[in-house]
């Protein structure tokens, strides 16, 4: 299984804006979600934004509502995730995953094969 490929990180001043692609061909058997994760320094991975293969209907966390935008590119097998008026602490790790399921509960679950690398990102004041 080839996990997906994140590029587009970088280094930017808060109030810019950068979009992430994450490569996912080898994914396009899965029913299930799309996601981005981020994980700050020093705390846990969370889900901020996640895309349904089935109807491109969108899963937001609350701290990102309004600034970052998740979409796709059937054709190019390829999932964005556009990320508006970047304050410092979105300031991370962001990952691609793939095979996301979200419980009922909210709950994200990636099987250990669903990860990319991940991209840095920094967003400084």
């Known amino acids: 299984q080839v996990r997906p490929v994140e590029s587009g990180g970088g280094s930017v001043q808060a109030g810019e804006s950068l979009r992430l692609s994450c490569a996912a061909a080898?994914?396009?058997?899965?029913?299930?979600?799309m996601a981005w994760f981020h994980q700050a320094p020093g705390k846990e991975r969370q889900g901020v934004a996640a895309?349904?293969?089935?109807?491109?209907?969108?899963v937001y966390a609350d701290s990102v509502k309004g600034r970052f935008t998740i979409s796709r590119d059937k054709a190019k097998n390829t999932v964005y995730l556009q990320m508006n008026s970047l304050r410092p602490d979105d300031t991370g790790m962001y990952y691609c995953a793939a095979d996301v399921s979200i419980s009922g509960r909210g709950t994200w679950t990636v099987p250990n094969e669903g990860w990319g690398q991940g991209t840095q990102v920094t967003v400084s004041s």
């Open positions: 080898g994914y396009l058997w899965s029913n299930n979600f």
């Open positions: 895309i349904s293969p089935m109807d491109d209907s969108t």
